[in-house]
């Protein structure tokens, strides 16, 4: 569940009351709550019109995004240890 349905619904509010209080359209907190991330404008005003800040409505978001980081780094740690250094040419750029 996204984190913005959840807050939502926390809140007791259907798609549409959300929608009419922050002035955003419907089709976008759809768009959201099936894993669109908000940005700019629409991030500010959902935040302040919930009561929470901008980073408690990205909190899914970022937990994916630091676990996509460290799957990255892992790879690079394997890689790296693989490298064949007397393979390697080195390029003097000066």
């Given at each position: 569940m996204s984190?913005?349905?959840?807050?939502?619904?926390q809140q007791s509010l259907?798609?549409?009351?959300?929608?009419?209080?922050?002035?955003?359209?419907v089709r976008t907190i759809q768009r959201i709550e099936s894993g669109s991330v908000p940005k700019g404008y629409t991030l500010?005003?959902?935040a302040?019109?919930?009561?929470i800040s901008e980073n408690e409505l990205l909190h899914i978001e970022e937990?994916?995004?630091e676990e996509i980081i460290n799957e990255l780094?892992?790879?690079?740690?394997i890689e790296?240890?693989?490298?064949?250094?007397?393979?390697?040419?080195?390029?003097n750029l000066s």
């Open positions: 984190k913005l349905k959840q807050i939502r619904e259907t798609q549409e009351e959300l929608a009419e209080k922050s002035r955003i359209s500010k005003t959902l302040t019109i919930l009561q937990e994916k995004s780094v892992e790879d690079l740690v790296s240890n693989n490298i064949d250094y007397q393979k390697v040419k080195l390029i």
